[in-house]
Structure formats: C-alpha cells, structure tokens
C-alpha cells in the first residue's frame, strides 16, 4: 500500500524474498488471516497503530517455515503482532511462532491466529459461569463463531445476535440457544436480561444490549464492526472490560494461541481470496456480507 483509501488501493506488487534478521525465520504463507480493524487502518484510521504508508497489511499467517535452523520445515502461525503478512514470504520473530498440531489444518489455524487469541482472553478475563445467561453480539463472524461455541461449552445459555436469515442459521447450528436478528424490531425485548455480554459490535447496537446487562454482570466491549466501540457508563456493579484487556506481549499470544489451536471450537472459514484480490476480500468484510471468517491464500 502506497496510501490509505478503499480497497483499490491494495495491489499486488513483486518486492525482493525478504532477509531474516537475529531471531526471526521465513514463513511460506500457505494462508493469510484477516480481521476487520486491517480495513479501518488501510482507510487511514491508524492513529491508535503506528502505520504509516507504504506498508504491507497484515498481523498473522499460518505456514511452513522455510529459512535453515531448527524451526527449518515446521508448520506454524505467525502469531498477531508480525507485520507484513499480506504476502507469499512472511518475516516472522521466532518468539511469536506456534506450532500447528496434527489434526488442524494451516488455513484452521491461521483463522484462530487473532479471532481465537482474544476469544480465549475475552473469557478468562469475564469468567463465564455454567448457567449464565449470555449475549453476543456479532455472534456470525470470526470471532462470534468462537464465542458461540466456546461459552455453550462452559455450560451457559448463549444467544447470539446477528443480521439476517443465513447468518441466524449458522448461529443456531454452533449451538447457540437462541438467535436474533438485531435489526428486528423489539430484539431486546425477545432477549431480555443477561448475565454477560460479549460485544463485538459496537456503536448503537452495543449501548442497546449494555441496557440488558443485570446488575453484577461481566461486559467484554471489543468489537467496533459498526464503526466505534460502544461508549457505556458504568452502573449497578457492572464490570466493564475493553479491547485493551485483551491486548497481550509476545509470550502471552502464544500461550493462548496454543490452546486455541488445542480446543474443541473450530472456525468457520467462510471465504477464501487468492492474496492477490485482497481489495475483494476487504469489501466483503466492510460490507459484513461474509458470515464466517474470511482468510487470503497466497
């Protein structure tokens, strides 16, 4: 990328194989993951990052690394934080690689790489309890599919939100107990009072369903897919926890990154892009037309 703006501004360009330095090895990107804060940074909004053009989009990367040493021919995601992964040959540092198990596909693994990180984060920080009633909103998307399947193994009665028929459906089939679509009128009246909420939506929609936390509860505010976080006032004894209690150091990612790629909850690949239509990929994710995760194949 040469400049912020819309999609079109990705392209595909031939750069020379980058160079590992001290401490770093090369990945073979066999798949690329996606999330939708890369298409607010490449819309200019990167004040909260540090990026400026021309870069590389990209934090995470799922392959075989390539250079010699001891990680030589092991399959591995470069964990969140390696930048530059929109492309074939990925520099990653050797203390942000987790090894892919036997039993987990590359393109499994890479999808977990951010959504299944800060899943597991999400929930060790709100404590999800057997029996809690528990509301997720933007439950049909990378994340929310996670969220979905790993709270109904806590034992709690989960409800995702999402928007529109097909999206409801695979809500449903990961197990949720009840979904809603919340550009229906009265939703929240149908979903009524909840013990945790895990918003991944933002905006109007998360100050809508903050409305329906029952006093003691736990709150995750993550998500900003409307466009900004949802901006709440604390009440009723009501723990608030945002997106900056899931950011984590290098060790930390691997950590929960290894025990994503060793659960039970599985993500929904929903599209696949060859890298060099990452512009069609993006439009698809600011659209919210994709209900699943969306991952480029280089």
Known sequence: MDGFGGPEVLRAVELPD????EGEVIVRAEAV???????RIRAGLAEWFGIRPPYIPGGAAGGTVVSPGPWHGKRVVAAPGTRGTYAELVRAEVERLVPIPDGLSTREATALAHDGVTAMGILDGVGVRRGDRVLI????GGMGTLLVQLTKALGAHVTGAARGAQKL????????DAAVD?????????????DVLLDGA?????????ELVAPGGRVSIHGAASGAFAAVAPRDGIAVRTIADVQFPAAELVRLAARAFAGTARPVIAREY???EAAEAHRAI?????????????
């Not at 459906?169 to 949720?176: K, N, P, T």
Request: aromatic share 4%; glycine share 14%; net charge neutral.
């Open 18 to 21: 980058p160079v590992p330095a």
């Open 33 to 39: 993951d996606t999330i939708h804060v890369e298409t």
């Open 137 to 140: 909103l933007a439950a049909a």
């Open 169 to 176: 459906a695979l809500v449903r089939s990961l197990g949720a």
């Open 182 to 194: 919340y550009t229906a009128g009265g939703w929240t009246e149908r979903v009524g009072p909840v």
């Open 202 to 210: 933002g905006g109007a929609l998360g100050e809508r369903a903050f």
């Open 274 to 276: 060859p890298l060099a």
């Open 286 to 298: 600011e659209a919210r037309a994709v209900a699943g995760k969306v991952l480029l194949i280089p």
